[in-house]
Structure formats: structure tokens, C-alpha cells
């Protein structure tokens, strides 16, 4: 302890002083000490005031990795901000304390010190400083573990429902930034009602397709009557005794036939090339 004191003399005895009188071994004159106490904290600050200065020095002397010593820290920091025997600290000094004190601590602290100084105007009470630190162990940064049954403070309720509502303006505007975007992926179609009929040109593409259609069905069906021509003249030969096979000359036959036909292209292949010149 005597090497602690040595970096931080002044205000690691106020604090071990504090520590004796709130632990209950004189409870009789506890209020009484802990004014008195106050009273000599008062008239040191009349020549410097230096509270957060010596918070943070004082910080690296406790072990507050142990809640219970924590939690006497925490207690202390409020009893010395305090100024003139008031019961409550100023909103500037407490929002500077949160940020030394609850620094890794508290996940909603930047969130919970920006609403605080927008929106409060009064002193912060015993009970709000007390409560934010049971605040800040039971509730996760999507406020998931908070009990709105609970008997929070007002200003605690009041940073919550402000909570929920950025929370939920944030949803809005990226569900509205995802709603524009498939807008924008799919801004060529017409989702309007009868955007599936036929346009004219439709039509006349399909009336088109139908007449080539027509041509080609004409095309196969004389095609198949030289096929069939072919064939009989085989069959002539063959009654009067021709060695070759009526077959093969008949394949070879068609197949000059298509690949004749084939060579002029068909009536889709005609029209798509009259199209594009």
C-alpha cells in the first residue's frame, strides 16, 4: 500500500478513507464522515481543482478487475465530483468521468454520453449514476437484456427508446437503399399491368416466322416427292437386272438433293440474312 500511496498520496487516502467509512464499521457517524470527508475535498479544490486528474491517477493503483473494489471506485468517483454538499454532479463533469471510468466497460458509452449531453439538462442524481453501472453489465450493444419492467431511471428509458428509434431509422434507410438498387438493376422493364402484350412489331415478327414456316413445309414436301421419284426409278432398274444397288444410288441421290438444298439455305437462314443487309 505505502508504494501506491507514494504515486498518488493525496488522492489514495481520500479514497481509503472513503472505503473505511462506506464499509459499515462505524455506521453510527457514517453520514457525518462522509460529509467531513467532503468538506476537506471542497477546500482543496479552492486552490486547484484537479478531480479528473486524480481519477486517472489513481486508476492504475487499484486492482479493478474485482467488481466489489470497482464498484467502491465507481461510488467514490460520484461522492468526489460532487461539489458544494450537493447530492447530484453536473452533467459536464459526469459525461468526463463515464469516459475515463466506463472506457471499455459500457459498449453503448459514446452513444449513451451523446444523447446525455443533448438531452439532459439537469444535474445527474445518485441513482442514475449508480444505476447506469448495472445498466452497462446487463445490456448488450443491441440493447438485447434490457427489462423495460425494470425501475430505471427516466433518463436511462428515455436513452433507450432513442436508441430503438436510430435503430430503426437505420433499418429503414438500408432496406430503402437495397429497395432502390434492385429499382436500378431492373429499371429496363415495364412491371406495369398489360406490359406482357404483344407490340406490333412482335407481330409482325411472328407473322414472319409463320410465313417462313409455310415456305419451308412447301420446300421438305417437294423434296420428299423427289425422294419418292427416285425410288421408282430404282425399282425400274433393278426389274431390268441392273447390278447396282437401287439403295446406295438412291441415298447418294438425296444426299446431293439436301446437300443442294442446304447449300441456297433455308427459308429461316434466307430471311435472317435479308434482315441484317
Not at 462522509?34 to 493503483?61: A, F, H, N, Y
Not at 443533448?118 to 440493447?143: M, P
Not at 425494470?150 to 429503414?172: K, N, Q, S, Y
Not at 421419284?229 to 444426299?255: F, K, M, P
Amino acid at each position: 500500500m505505502e508504494c501506491l500511496r507514494s504515486n498518488c498520496p493525496d488522492i489514495f487516502d481520500v479514497f481509503y478513507k472513503y472505503c473505511d467509512i462506506i464499509s459499515g464499521r462505524n455506521p453510527s457517524n457514517m453520514k457525518e464522515s462522509l460529509s467531513l470527508l467532503l468538506k476537506s475535498i471542497d477546500e482543496r479544490r479552492r486552490t486547484r481543482d484537479t478531480t479528473l486528474g486524480d481519477i486517472v491517477r489513481l486508476m492504475p493503483c487499484l486492482n479493478l478487475s474485482d467488481d466489489s473494489q470497482f464498484n467502491c471506485f465507481y461510488d467514490f468517483v460520484f461522492f468526489i465530483c460532487r461539489e458544494n454538499g450537493q447530492k447530484s454532479i453536473a452533467v459536464h463533469r459526469a459525461l468526463s468521468a463515464w469516459k475515463i471510468i466506463l472506457h471499455g466497460r459500457f459498449r453503448l458509452l459514446d452513444q449513451w454520453c451523446d444523447f446525455v449531453q443533448k438531452h439532459q439538462k439537469h444535474n445527474i442524481s445518485e441513482d442514475t449514476w449508480q444505476q447506469l453501472l448495472a445498466f452497462s453489465r446487463c445490456v448488450r450493444e443491441d440493447l438485447g437484456g434490457y427489462d423495460p419492467k425494470g425501475a430505471w431511471p427516466v433518463l436511462i428509458d428515455d436513452f433507450v427508446e432513442h436508441m430503438h428509434r436510430t435503430i430503426e431509422i437505420a433499418d429503414c434507410s438500408e432496406n430503402k437503399s437495397m429497395c432502390c438498387s434492385i429499382s436500378n438493376t431492373f429499371s429496363g422493364l415495364n412491371l406495369l399491368p398489360g406490359s406482357k402484350r404483344k407490340t406490333l412489331e412482335d407481330d409482325s415478327l411472328e407473322g414472319e416466322m409463320v410465313s417462313d414456316s409455310s415456305e419451308y413445309q412447301q420446300d421438305l414436301m417437294q423434296v420428299k416427292r423427289q425422294k419418292n421419284s427416285l425410288y421408282e426409278d430404282s425399282n425400274r432398274h433393278n426389274i431390268r437386272g441392273c447390278v447396282q444397288t437401287s439403295v446406295c444410288a438412291v441415298e447418294g441421290s438425296l444426299s446431293k438433293g439436301f446437300e443442294g438444298y442446304l447449300s441456297i439455305g433455308s427459308p429461316f437462314q434466307l430471311n435472317h440474312k435479308n434482315r441484317a443487309s
